[in-house]
């Protein structure tokens, strides 16, 4: 069973950065695109950014692009995403995800997530 497990959120001051983790267990061949999503009380769940594991070719939503990275240890089965100049508005929880993609350019938050971690909470204060 494919299990991902988050860690690492945190409350933080504005301007902070924080480095997520999640750790695959039960990793699998059929799950070869990760991701990262958040979700606020009352907002839909949304995509930030994912990682096509067999390349470590990553994929960013315009809104985090310069600010997010997304990167992994294949040999720790862990990927994570770094949060810099953080916002008040990226308080959230945070979510992994992992999905199979047919190739790199279909590994993007709209891919097919099977397997969902429990979250970590991000607070940003200002």
């Known amino acids: 069973q494919v299990q991902p497990v988050e860690s690492g959120g945190d409350s933080v001051q504005g301007g902070g950065s924080l480095k997520l983790s999640c750790t695959i267990s039960?990793?699998?061949?059929?799950?070869?695109?990760l991701g990262w999503f958040r979700q606020a009380p009352g907002k839909e769940r949304e995509g930030l950014a994912t990682?096509?594991?067999?390349?470590?070719?990553?994929y960013y939503v315009e809104s985090v692009k310069g600010r997010f990275t997304i990167s992994q240890d294949s040999a720790k089965n862990t990927i994570y995403l770094e949060i810099h100049s953080l916002k008040p508005e990226d308080s959230a929880m945070y979510y992994c995800?992992?999905?199979?993609?047919?190739?790199?350019?279909?590994?993007?938050?709209?891919?097919?997530?099977?397997?969902w971690g429990q979250g970590t909470q991000v607070t940003v204060s200002s």
């Open positions: 995800a992992a999905g199979w993609a047919g190739y790199p350019s279909r590994c993007d938050p709209t891919a097919k997530f099977d397997h």
């Open positions: 039960g990793y699998s061949y059929m799950t070869n695109c």
């Open positions: 990682i096509y594991t067999l390349t470590g070719t990553p």
